[in-house]
């Protein structure tokens, strides 16, 4: 695609339900990065992804948050038993080998927690 | 101490003047600094990145970098109200790992 591309664009869910999102990177970019803003904040770091593999992790709150980058391309972050504070907005990047280059942003996945 | 910091302002400049965003930076062994515009409601988008000590510009932007001090700066020449906007610092963390800071919020009135 033209760009990066983020679904949903809005997710409403109650509190300890499981979500889904996903980010379809510019094609051919091997790096991808989920990042986490609220309200007022910058984007947070959560994970990092070089090919399939996750490069760093580090950024991810808990043990509820988890990524996935199967085939080099599409990646899905996954995040289990959601509590209200996990409310944000979700962006996802990518870079055609690290960030060096430019990052090209998504529009984000807005997630409210209920 | 958090690893990228910024005042969150909001800066208020009035247009034709020079707008002057500050950054400072923990991690001694970063390399690769860059300046985002975020309007409201949208996504990050690069502006301009410095990876040496002194200046660069590129228009009506100029970066400015000192690693023995840690701080990064962005100048807008000539500012217009459509640069208002948050301005996020990011710094490259060791690997390939991309922190932001909070953001500097600018306000250009005519």
């Known amino acids: 695609g033209a760009g990066v591309s983020q679904t949903p664009s809005n997710k409403v869910t109650e509190k300890g339900k499981y979500v889904e999102l996903r980010c379809d990177p510019i094609?051919?970019?091997?790096?991808l990065y989920w990042y986490r803003q609220s309200l007022g904040q910058g984007p947070e770091f959560l994970i990092y992804f070089q090919g399939t593999g996750a490069a760093d992790d580090s950024g991810l709150p808990n043990d509820r948050f988890f990524a996935v980058r199967p085939e080099g391309s599409v990646s899905t972050l996954k995040i289990q038993r959601t509590e209200r504070g996990y409310s944000a907005v979700y962006l996802c990047?990518?870079?055609?080998?690290?960030?060096?280059?430019?990052?090209?942003f998504g529009s984000g996945t807005q997630l409210s927690v209920l | 101490q958090k690893e990228v910091e910024q005042n969150s302002g909001p800066l208020s400049v009035p247009e034709g003047a020079i707008a002057s965003l500050n950054c400072t930076y923990s991690d001694r062994g970063s390399q690769s600094f860059f300046w985002y515009r975020q309007y409201s409601g949208k996504s990050p988008e690069l502006i301009m990145s410095?990876?040496?000590?002194g200046d660069k510009e590129d228009g009506r932007f100029t970066a400015q970098l000192n690693k023995a001090s840690q701080y990064v700066s962005l100048l807008i020449r000539d500012s217009q109200p459509s640069d208002s906007a948050t301005y996020l610092c990011a710094v490259r963390i060791n690997t390939d790992k991309l922190i932001f800071g909070t953001g500097t919020r600018l306000q250009v009135f005519p």
């Open positions: 410095i990876y040496s000590n």
């Open positions: 094609s051919g970019h091997t790096a």
């Open positions: 990047a990518s870079s055609l080998t690290g960030t060096n280059e430019k990052l090209f």
